[in-house]
């Protein structure tokens, strides 16, 4: 089993540019979130996806959208880039409720 | 929404001392607080967790305690050692709800 894995990761963009962030668990887990972490603010939920076909929005949705394209896939997009978007962006999976979410390794995005 | 807070930022102890995090939230209604480890280029990783209707757990040198009625909960480590060393988040989810709020992180050196 691979986990959750992400693509890209490394990716620099100018203002205004677009990318979407792909992300895929194999551990058939119904809910999938995506985080951005800035230096000393920890992580906070950008959107989440509690199963298959639903998306919502977490802490700081503006500026992105998200896709969930089957039970495996989770994909971010930034539309038109910011410079306040560079973070370092990381895709979880949960099995149930009160089950621990596994990470992927991160995505560093930076914008200038 | 929750608001958790994390402290201290930083944190250096001696390898065999024990080291203690505390995190409070705002939250009454939160109900599961997990606490994740990320080492350097990583993704964070799930140490120990606990539930709002447990006081405390235990894992071999990691253990976490919650205060309810504060709204606090804590890590503890003992007989800390080298491999310790990374950043260590706590978090809490947001009633029945998936969505989880992370604290900002605390840096734990263990000096050998």
């Known amino acids: 089993n691979a986990g959750v894995t992400q693509t890209p990761k490394f990716q620099v963009l100018k203002t205004g540019q677009s990318m979407t962030l792909q992300c895929a668990q194999d551990m058939n887990h119904n809910s999938m979130y995506w985080y951005r972490q800035d230096p000393g603010m920890g992580l906070r939920l950008i959107y989440y996806s509690a199963s298959e076909g639903t998306t919502d929005k977490g802490e700081v949705p503006n500026g992105y959208n998200v896709s969930r394209l089957n039970k495996r896939e989770f994909s971010l997009r930034l539309e038109s880039a910011a410079p306040s978007q560079t973070s370092v962006y990381f895709c979880?999976?949960?099995?149930?409720?009160?089950?621990?979410?596994?990470f992927g390794p991160g995505t560093r995005l930076t914008v200038l | 929404g929750e608001n958790v807070e994390q402290h201290p930022s930083t944190l250096s102890v001696q390898e065999g001392d024990s080291a203690v995090i505390k995190c409070t939230y705002s939250d009454s209604a939160s109900n599961y607080f997990p606490w994740y480890k990320q080492e350097l280029g990583k993704g964070p990783q799930l140490i120990i967790d606990?539930?709002?209707?447990?006081g405390e757990k235990k894992d071999q040198r990691i253990a976490v305690t919650l205060n309810k009625t504060a709204k606090h909960f804590s890590l503890h480590i003992t007989e800390t050692q080298p491999e310790d060393s990374a950043v260590y988040f706590c978090?809490?989810?947001?009633?029945?709800?998936?969505?989880?709020?992370f604290g900002s992180g605390t840096k734990l050196n263990v000096k050998p």
């Open positions: 978090a809490a989810r947001e009633g029945n709800f998936n969505k989880f709020y």
């Open positions: 606990i539930r709002s209707n447990v």
């Open positions: 979880a999976s949960q099995g149930s409720s009160y089950n621990e979410q596994f």
